[in-house]
Each structure stands twice: as C-alpha cells, then as structure tokens.
C-alpha cells in the first residue's frame, strides 16, 4: 500500500495493535505521558493515543523518514493526546526529552505537569544491536519514576530455543540482513533491564509468535 504523502505502511500494526492495545490497557498508569520508542511508521501511535486517553502519547525514532511518516499519520487522523515525533537515538547518554531546559522544537511538551510514566517499544529489539537494547534499559531507568512501566513487544528465545519454527527462520533472516541483528533470548533482556533497576513484571503470548514483556521501575 502506498500513499501519495510521507507516510509508510506496515502490515503487521493491523494485525497486532488490538492484541497490544489490550496489554497496554491492563499496563500502563493511569495518567501521565507515554513515550514511544521507535515508533516506526507511526500507525500504533496514532491507533493508540485516542484510545489510552487521557495519557498523552509521544512517539519518536531516530529516522528522519520514520518520523516524517509518523507526522503524515498524526495530520490524516489527528488526537488531542498525540505529541508530534520527536528524534531519539536509544544509544545516546542522554535523551532529548531528558535536558533541562528542553530543546527549543521539544518546548510544547509540559512534561513538568505531564511526566513520562510509561515507555513502549514495539519490534526493536530485534532490529537493532544489542547496544541498542542496553541503551534503552538504560534511558528508561533514568527517565521513568518509581512504579513506572516499560513495556516490550516482539519475538524472544526463551531457554534459548526459539518457540517457533517460523521465529527461527525469521531470526537467521534478520541476520542475513546484519549480523548484529537477531531474535533475543528473553533471559538476557530481563537480565539487562535488572541491572538498571528495572523489575521484570509479567509476559503474555500475542499473535504470530510474538510476545509482551512488562516491567517496572523499582
């Protein structure tokens, strides 16, 4: 599917944004701004953020491409609660939404009176190094507040098999494409978010294989 705009199309949001928005409406404080990493296309935000309202939804991704894809969603279907994109890069030591004063483009987001509670990330985990995980359990320890959940969705091992033959296949596919890429073991997730502080919670089974692993900030 192509548009005559900026934004992008992935076939799997239809399939699986219901499934996680049931997660999410079980997961996240009641209130507060949520921050998407990685946000891709931008279809799960602008699906999500009217219906986890009043939470304030704020996407972001470290593509110039992604995030003028996800402003082309958020003008066609618009949400009083939606944020624009925001640039961020899980690698880097200190994230935008993280300086003080804000930069000037990020000065609309009055996380004073709405902090960030929560942060979702959807498929990274297996598209990116393995610093980008790192990065990202490091970001969410500084940023979230006590009780504050970070919430994951993607493909795991889990004792370091694959649950599926299709993951299997789907894993030395992503490693064609880079070897720094891959589908991780569950274990070594929750052991990177345990050493920053982060408390493993609870994981749900979702479509095609795939998984949602909360945690919460201790």
Known sequence: MSFPDARQYAPATERNREPILNVLRQVLPPDGTVLEISSGTGEHAVFFAPRLAPRLWLPSDPNPQARASIAAWRQQIPAENLYPPIALDVR????????????????GLNLNRNP?????????????????????MAGVSRLLPGGGILYL???????GRHTAPSNAAFDQSLQMQNPDWGVRDLEAVV????????????????PANNFSVVFEKL
């Open 116 to 136: 960030i509670r929560a942060i979702v990330n959807i498929n990274m985990i297996h598209i990116s190094p393995w610093s980008a995980t790192l990065g990202l």
């Open 191 to 206: 052991a990177a978010a345990a050493a920053e502080g982060l408390s493993f919670l609870k994981t749900w089974e979702m």
């Open 92 to 107: 880097d030591p200190v994230w935008a939404v993280e300086q003080n004063p804000l930069p000037e483009e990020l000065q």
């Open 153 to 159: 969705y993607g493909p795991y091992r889990q004792n």
